[in-house]
């Protein structure tokens, strides 16, 4: 792709949502509530681009094919530290920007019913364009500065949406929260960076991959510095140990949720060691920690989910959840299964938030699901759409989220990990468990609160988008239909974004793993969760309570996210603010106390010597005198003789002048 035209085409798929951003911040007063047609035209324009750019890498248009790459240059600090800014785009990065550009679409097509009437409209849609850019601007970056500068900007205005509600101090606290947990994982993002650059001279993927095949960087510097990128995609991505910001991050605008956790923020990480892959299969060490990290925060966030009383505490704990299940499929050596479970689950997990939303929207803005029930014959749309993404993220078959998921879990066992297998199939369990638990109890049974009586189902407006997401729930998964499944169809996803042959050297992963077995033992615990859902909150609600009554400790373990926080708390927060009050009392009392002494110092002395100053020419030709010795004596010793001349002198001098007086 070398016409100016062209390269015009695929700046734009990241420069709109940025001049809409301009557009909302600046002209807004003026534009109100217009300024979602700004923003949606903006981001309806980058998708019919994404499509485009889609459509050139799978050599579909006239004279197309092949990789999309170009750049300018950027940043220059010197001869080996010039840092360019450009695109590249492959086949798993187009589908990236189409499903960041559709995702981001639906969401700002629904929001314009959910805002309406919002004095922060216009702003709310600036937010929502800069985050659409910077996340665009991240999947088409070719080198790890672009793209930590994406990052961090991707990081800024989830700042702003999680404290969007500024004037709630849950959603500062919230906002401040997930931005200092982001910054631990950035600075090992960008320590990682110094590293690759340290040791190779170059900050582009491709560029590192090389020297890595070629041997100039070390093992041992190569696993730190994947190490350390990981941790940044932990932060990003809430995986554990720094996935405790993603619980409080709630706070923020439910839309906006649906953007974080499909398509934008969250997805930063895991996209991050997607797009580095020929790097990160380079070292088995690296890749082992990969999958351990992604299995375990799949079991221990689903656990989370159990027994939470808040429907979008559930949907934020099945994302930490889900993209483990991302990060197991990576760290085995299943890419396409992998990137694949991000495609299915930007899909379910975006209309799943846009069910809270209405949920939210229906009973005055509460999403505890003590003041819902009954909502199934108020809100059907919604009932249904949420039993469809429900299926779908607990992997039941055909709907999408069967076919990623079962994938995963094929490669874990295949490639013989068994204890992360173990984990990822009882994770099933766990899911289909907790997400239907809020289901039976948001949508049966008697309302629990008068709003539940009154509710009624949401605008016509917000009902589109979440029926296209409903649709796309159930069939988005056939496109990657396994060879192996016996089906006259063909797997369009792993044919087209499949690791290149290096990466298929190193990994020996087969991209259309399917084992009919194992996809029934996924199906069988998926269904038994959704049974003991089922007999825990309806047929039985008593045998929960009994449980609850008999086990509180466990209760309480899981309710309070396994109490991370506390621990956190304990370790680092309170050793942070003891170190701050100390540094703030040596400040106050030995510094301060210092600097003040010199001024009451310096007053006393002024006082002092205040009483001198009598107008008398004598006294002062007096001092003059003592001043000119002084500075004699101090000037030099050889000259002390002078020194009493002058003295004398001065004296003689000065007696005259005060007898005249």
């Known amino acids: 792709m070398n016409t100016a035209g062209s390269q015009l085409i695929i700046a734009a798929i990241v420069g709109l949502p940025f001049m809409s951003f301009l557009a909302c911040v600046f002209l807004g007063r003026r534009l109100k509530e217009n300024a979602q047609y700004v923003s949606i035209l903006a981001v309806t324009i980058s998708l019919v681009f994404s499509v485009f750019a889609l459509l050139w890498v799978a050599g579909v248009l006239p004279a197309s094919g092949g990789q999309i790459s170009f750049s300018v240059p950027w940043i220059g600090l010197g001869e080996n530290a010039t840092f360019p800014m450009g695109v590249q785009i492959g086949h798993w990065t187009a589908v990236m920007l189409v499903i960041v550009c559709f995702v981001s679409l639906m969401v700002q097509l629904f929001s314009g019913g959910y805002m309406a009437g919002h004095p922060r409209f216009a702003w ?7 985050f659409t850019g910077s996340m665009l601007g991240l999947v088409v970056s070719p080198n790890f500065i672009q793209a930590y500068f994406f990052w961090e900007l991707v990081g800024g205005t989830s700042y702003l949406i999680h404290g969007f509600y500024f004037e709630r101090p849950a959603a500062t606290y919230a906002a401040q929260k997930a931005f200092i947990v982001n910054r631990v994982a950035d600075a090992a993002l960008f320590i990682g960076i110094m590293v690759f650059w340290r040791e190779t001279g170059t900050t582009s993927f491709s560029g590192i991959a090389e020297a890595a095949k070629a041997g100039i960087i070390g093992q041992t510097a190569l696993t730190i510095g994947l190490l350390l990128v990981l941790l940044g995609a932990t932060g990003k991505s809430a995986q554990f140990p720094l996935h405790v910001w993603l619980s409080n991050a709630m706070q923020g605008p439910t839309p906006l949720s649906a953007l974080i956790h499909a398509a934008a923020m969250i997805v930063t990480g895991v996209y ?4 580095t892959y020929d790097i990160f299969v380079q070292s088995p060490t690296a890749m082992e920690v990969v999958a351990i990290v992604g299995a375990f925060t799949a079991f221990m966030a689903a656990t989370m989910a159990l027994v939470q009383k808040d429907i979008k505490q559930i949907i934020a704990y099945s994302t930490i959840s889900q993209f483990g299940y991302v990060m197991l499929g990576l760290g085995v050596g299943a890419f396409t299964a992998g990137v694949f479970h991000i ?25 505890d699901m003590r003041v819902m029930g009954g909502l199934k014959s108020r809100m059907p749309v919604t009932y249904w759409a949420f039993v469809i993404a429900g299926l779908a993220l607990a992997g039941v078959f ?29 994770t099933v369990g766990l899911t289909a468990f907790y997400i239907f638990r809020g289901i039976f109890i948001c949508f049966h049974g008697e309302p629990r609160s008068e709003d539940a009586r009154k509710a009624s189902e949401v605008p016509v407006i917000m009902r589109v988008p979440v029926v296209i997401l409903a649709f796309l729930s159930v069939v988005a998964g056939w496109v990657g239909i396994p060879k192996g499944f016996g089906l006259p169809v063909k797997d369009v996803f792993g044919d087209f974004v499949r690791p290149d042959r290096f990466v298929q050297s190193m990994t020996h992963a087969n991209p259309g793993l399917f084992s009919f077995v194992l996809a029934g033992i996924s199906v069988l615990f998926a269904l038994v969760g959704l049974w ?76 002092k010597l205040r009483s001198l100053q009598t107008g008398g020419a004598q006294n002062y030709a007096l001092f003059i005198l003592f001043g000119a010795f002084a500075v004699a004596v101090l000037a030099s010793a050889q000259y002390s003789f002078i020194a009493v001349i002058v003295l004398v002198a001065f004296g003689l001098a000065a007696a005259a002048v005060g007898s005249r007086l």
């Open 272 to 275: 991050v060691i997607s797009r």
């Open 343 to 367: 495609y299915t689950h930007a899909l379910f997990k975006s209309l799943l938030f846009l069910l809270a939303a209405n949920l939210g929207y229906a009973v005055a803005g509460s999403s």
């Open 532 to 607: 003991l859902a089922y007999v825990f909150v309806l047929a039985r609600p008593q045998w929960a309570e009994a449980l609850g009554r008999r086990l509180p400790v466990v209760h309480d373990f899981l309710l309070n996210g396994w109490y991370f926080d506390l621990c956190y708390d304990r370790l680092f927060v309170r050793p942070a603010k003891a170190l701050g009050r100390a540094v703030r009392d040596f400040d106050l009392r030995e510094v301060g106390g210092l600097v003040s002494g010199f001024g009451r110092g310096a007053g006393w002395a002024g006082e």
């Open 398 to 426: 055909p709907f999408s989220g069967f076919w990623s998921k079962d994938a995963v879990i094929a490669a874990a066992y295949e490639g013989g990990h068994y204890v992360l297998f173990a984990l990822a199939l009882l």
């Open 124 to 130: 709310y849609y600036a937010v929502v364009s800069i």
